[in-house]
């Protein structure tokens, strides 16, 4: 198809910039010298490690030369998402020419020992990854990990109505399961208050070693299949330079004026009907215009394009030196840049100025947009605890009003949202439905609820969308929240890790602001799944956050509904953080008023005085250690019937909100000095640690305490099923009855007694086993257990 836009001087100018957009990438992929070939190559002007990957780079550079003019044609407000891997040497080498790059990095300047350093840079040690990495500029997505740029172009897309993202889509990474269900968020889009998202889905063919699926359908069933994602696609297929530069042309002129249309006609006519978006199919060859046969194979358009074309090095045939001289003079780098390595202005004319360039978009910077959260006072919201251990009506029951009221004075800047996986009623946030609804835009039905083309929930039943749409959501500046069951936020750990080493990374890139920190809420938790039994039950997200860089990560466990509200409240106003609070949903007592609360989650750990019995002594004889709120109500109850039945001993309650308090402060920021540790948990004396996830884990952040080895935690152990609440505590042995019998085994002074007290705990279990069986619920005495307050008698009297 001819285009109107292409002028024949037009064309070659764009033909030539495609050209130099490609010399950058084959010298960043192999050269360290010589880089505008003044002389014949010699193995001193190349690298000795190759890590770099062609094979999807000229299609990229293809891409990004033809987004420049139409984002010039139309004043286009865009982002450029890079999803196939190791496309590093297109980006970095598109923002160069650009001139974004040497902006943000004033040595790697636009001259010849400008090249020099970029091309050295690239894949070497000391310099920059094949990705679309965080240090490279106008990039929200890494690419390392394939399979989210479609879900992050979305949620970069929310709310930011003028916004335009052309994701690229590798025909490899589109075998994965998030990008393929990543298609159906178009259903999620409102036209008339988000922007829009443009896929351009680039079929080459081939993955590392094998042809991808989609590039070996017919047309016809690869047309059909993404009509019935909703899409309206334009094909645009072919392998020489001039046809396809016509092509593509009008292809993206079709496509942006489809977005214009469907944007106007929902915005200025009210059109409700989900529109069908428009997207780019583009069809070339793997390694396009790289060499065609090196050793007597096929090269371009076959799987050997991947990853480094010729190997060049000291034990390789002479000739394949040669041959990489001849492909990078075949873009005749003379007519591209001149004596001084300088591109020449004819061409450097082509890309957009200022923030119109996608390596210099504010939108890729999102901590530059980023506007405070209009927070109400969480104090508000509180739980009355007249005194500890009254009953409440669920932790996160309560952190609801709290939420909806986020969502309502922020809907003027409409920069907070809420993600879940068809569990915002199910984790206790209903009251987010007072004030909002569920965005959703494709068909309704008369009895559906919350349902409305815009809203500040955003729910499908994909972990992974919820997570992509999140993050894409804070790169480009805003808040959130993702709610999830615990068990099953297992599904996005991978994705968590690269936003964990992103967030790792530009904490180190001053030009790169600080983003709003990506928060997690955990609710329908490993100890209450009831009637859902063994596949719910697994904490250990938590063990893998834990693995991350201390200044990114952030667990916390609030024992009651007060320390949630101050928990989230910390959460949603921090910065450039993974946050991960853990928190019930059922009826649970409440321990802590307001102000307590506010102060036990300042502080994060600390004696709970009230449940104690050891100010008149030396020393507790035994530390009852929790965290969580299962955990902390099985203390509890321990502790009332070691006060009942062994009066004498001296008693510490340590209760823990953040997690990391338990590493030393040269682990983590937030850890305990010694000193501190050592006066909460004691030198000597045993502690009984009841914790919320897998014991190991309290082991592993306290290894290097000194009373490290008096330490016995209780916590979960792969034992559930579908059972009372108490009994999974049980299973587990966690319940307060072992707890009872693990502080007497670690107590030899209680004698007698304390034998004939295991002796009728161990009777209590097989009671409530009995119990259980027949009844279905919970022994009343457990059911119906009420923290009693202090007793009165003191320790030795």
Not at 330 to 337: G, H
Not at 370 to 384: I, T
Not at 581 to 605: D, R, T
Not at 624 to 632: E, F, S
């Amino acid at each position: 198809m001819k285009s109107p836009a292409l002028t024949p001087d037009l064309l070659q100018r764009m033909d030539a910039y495609w050209r130099a957009a490609n010399y950058l990438a084959v010298g960043q992929l192999y050269l360290c010298g010589n880089p505008l070939l003044k002389h014949p190559l010699t193995l001193a002007d190349v690298k000795h490690m190759l890590l770099g990957h062609w094979g999807t780079t000229p299609g990229q550079n293809f891409i990004y030369v033809h987004l420049n003019r139409v984002i010039k044609k139309y004043d286009l407000d865009m982002v450029y998402v890079s999803g196939p891997g190791h496309g590093g040497p297109a980006v970095v080498g598109n923002t160069y020419l650009e001139g974004t790059y040497s902006e943000i990095y004033p040595d790697i300047s636009r001259d010849e020992a400008g090249l020099q350093k970029l091309f050295k840079q690239f894949s070497f040690p000391g310099g920059i990854p094949s990705h679309a990495s965080p240090e490279c500029p106008g990039s929200i997505h890494e690419g390392g990990e394939l399979g989210y740029s479609l879900s992050h172009s979305f949620g970069a897309v929310l709310d930011n109505p003028e916004l335009i993202v052309a994701c690229v889509v590798g025909d490899g990474e589109a075998e994965t399961g998030p990008l393929a269900t990543a298609w159906h968020s178009n259903k999620f889009l409102d036209p008339a208050t988000d922007g829009a998202v443009l896929p351009i889905l680039h079929l080459n063919g081939y993955k590392i070693a094998n042809p991808t699926v989609l590039a070996r359908i017919s047309h016809e069933e690869l047309d059909q299949l993404l009509r019935g994602y909703g899409w309206s696609p334009i094909f645009v297929e072919g392998s020489e330079a001039a046809p396809m530069h016509e092509a593509m042309a009008s292809a993206l002129d079709l496509a942006v004026q489809k977005i214009k249309t469907i944007q106007r006609e929902a915005r200025q006519h009210g059109q409700r009907e989900r529109p069908r978006w428009p997207m780019i199919v583009l069809r070339s060859p793997k390694g396009w215009t790289g060499p065609k046969v090196v050793d007597g194979l096929p090269v371009e358009g076959t799987f050997r394009a991947h990853q480094v074309p010729i190997a060049v090095s000291a034990t390789t045939p002479p000739e394949h030196l040669r041959q990489l001289e001849d492909w990078l003079r075949s873009y005749r780098p003379e007519e591209l840049f001149d004596t001084h390595g300088r591109l020449r202005p004819e061409l450097a004319e082509l890309a957009p100025v200022g923030n119109r360039r996608m390596g210099a978009n504010p939108h890729a910077n999102g901590g530059s947009l980023l506007r405070e959260l209009r927070l109400p006072d969480f104090r508000n919201y509180a739980c009355e605890v007249p005194q500890p251990g009254v009953l409440g009506r669920g932790d996160t029951h309560v952190l609801g009003p709290f939420l909806r009221d986020v969502a309502v004075l922020n809907e003027t800047q409409r920069n907070f949202r809420v993600f879940g996986p068809d569990e915002t009623l199910s984790n206790g946030l209903e009251a987010m439905f007072d004030v909002t609804n569920r965005q959703w835009d494709a068909g309704t039905e008369a009895n559906d609820q919350y349902l409305a083309p815009s809203g500040r929930v955003m729910e499908m039943l994909s972990e992974h969308q919820c997570e992509g749409w999140l993050e894409g959501y804070l790169l480009t500046g805003r808040h959130g929240l993702f709610n999830c069951y615990e068990a099953f936020i297992h599904i996005v750990d991978s994705m968590f890790n690269q936003h964990a080493k992103w967030l790792k990374v530009t904490a180190g890139l001053p030009w790169r602001r600080k983003i709003a920190s990506l928060n997690y809420l955990l609710a329908s938790h490993v100890w209450r799944q009831d009637h859902n039994g063994f596949t719910h039950q697994d904490p250990g997200f938590i063990d893998h956050v834990v693995n991350k860089k201390a200044g990114v990560v952030r667990v916390y466990l609030p024992p009651d509904a007060n320390c949630l509200l101050s928990v989230m409240d910390h959460c949603l106003r921090s910065r450039h953080y993974v946050n991960v609070v853990v928190a019930g949903k059922h009826p649970a007592p409440q321990w802590l008023s307001m102000e307590a609360a506010v102060k036990h989650c300042s502080e994060g750990i600390g004696i709970w005085s009230w449940a104690s019995n050891d100010q008149h002594v030396a020393s507790p004889d035994v530390v009852m250690a929790c965290c969580g709120d299962v955990p902390t109500l099985e203390t509890l109850a321990a502790v009332s019937i070691l006060r009942e039945h062994l009066p004498e001993l001296a008693i510490r309650v340590v209760n823990v909100v953040d997690l990391m308090r338990l590493q030393p402060p040269s682990e983590h920021p937030h850890g305990l000095n010694d000193v501190d540790f050592d006066a909460l948990f004691t030198t000597d004396k045993p502690v009984i640690f009841a914790f919320h996830a897998y014991p190991w884990l309290i082991h592993r952040l306290t290894y290097r305490r000194r009373n490290h080895d008096n330490i016995h935690v209780r916590g979960y152990k792969e034992e559930g099923t579908v059972t009372t609440p108490f009994d999974m505590t049980v299973l587990n042995e966690l319940d307060r009855f072992h707890l009872v019998m693990d502080a007497i085994d670690r107590l030899p002074q209680t004698g007698d007694r304390g034998v004939y007290l295991k002796q009728k705990l161990r009777d209590k279990l097989i009671e409530h086993k009995q119990y259980i069986c027949q009844h279905g619920q919970d022994m009343p005495e457990v059911r119906e257990w009420t923290w009693q307050g202090s007793i009165e008698r003191r320790p030795g009297k």
